[in-house]
């Protein structure tokens, strides 16, 4: 079966409902060829499943699979998985990533309690961002990770903003230092030589296409308004 997921022709057919269904809304009945295929073999899923968290399932290993497969082929091909919770606000993706449990979910939404019908999120997991000569897009996948968010859509990419907890509220732009070590951590970096140079490269053009914040922030809703009035072109 094919699939349009963030503009590439992908094909491979999943095993179980759980994956199948998430996939539906992607699925590709155009003319162009195929861009990136995909065979995960069962054994493999099963030794994944046996090395994740307790009450993984078999299903659920099969996405993370796929996953993975997927957001590895595409660093060659000027693309990559930024983990975050990616939101559209006025057109425009802003993509919120932090590590587990600082509460990128928690913060996008925020937004949806603030801004309400302004925002959608794209994806709450695994968006991946694909980058053009002028500019960068951002796409939803059928990966969801867990969260049950995972949509067909995709805008231009603002910004990308790196969240910290705190106790109050505060953003400012990231350094170049700061944006490298996080986008690291953010995409699949266990990678062959040959393709972390790809990856390089992509970390490259994007930080000359997209704005990046480093935002410190607690639960209360003024963070929302406080990042916003700093990502969002007035």
Same mark, same amino acid.
């Not at 307790?54 to 996405?63: N, Y």
């Not at 990966?143 to 995709?154: P, R």
């Not at 406080?226 to 700093?230: F, G, L, N, V």
């Given at each position: 079966m094919k699939y349009l997921i963030a503009d590439f022709v992908t094909e491979f057919k999943p095993r179980f409902s759980h994956l199948s269904n998430l996939?539906?809304?992607f699925e590709y009945l155009g003319s162009r060829q195929t861009d990136i295929f995909l065979d995960v073999k069962s054994d493999y899923i099963e030794k994944l499943c046996s090395k994740m968290a307790?009450?993984?399932?078999?299903?659920?290993?099969?996405?993370f699979a796929y996953a993975t497969a997927f957001n590895k082929k595409i660093i060659k091909l000027n693309a990559m998985l930024v983990h975050s919770s990616a939101v559209v606000y006025e057109g425009r993706a802003y993509l919120f990533s932090a590590g587990t449990g600082v509460g990128?979910?928690?913060?996008?939404?925020l937004w949806q309690k603030a801004f309400e019908d302004k925002v959608s999120i794209i994806n709450d997991d695994k968006p991946v961002v694909? =980058?053009? /000569? #002028?500019?960068?897009?951002?796409?939803?996948?059928?990966?969801?990770?867990?969260?049950?968010?995972?949509?067909?859509?995709?805008?231009?990419?603002?910004?990308?903003?790196?969240?910290e907890r705190g106790e109050c509220n505060s953003i400012r732009k990231a350094e170049t230092s700061e944006i490298l070590k996080n986008l690291y951590f953010s995409t699949v970096h266990f990678v062959t030589g040959e393709i972390a140079?790809?990856?390089?490269?992509?970390?490259?053009?994007?930080i000359?296409?997209?704005d990046f914040y480093i935002l410190t922030c607690n639960t209360d809703i003024s963070a929302a308004y =406080?990042? /916003? #009035?700093?990502i969002v072109p007035s």
């Open positions: 996939v539906k809304p307790k009450g993984t399932t078999l299903a659920q290993a099969e996405e990128k979910s928690t913060h996008t939404k694909k =980058i053009y /000569k #002028d500019k960068c897009i951002a796409y939803g996948t059928p990966f969801d990770g867990g969260s049950g968010i995972a949509n067909n859509a995709s805008a231009p990419l603002q910004a990308i903003v790196f969240l140079d790809s990856m390089l490269k992509n970390f490259e053009m994007l000359n296409h997209a =406080i990042a /916003k #009035d700093a």
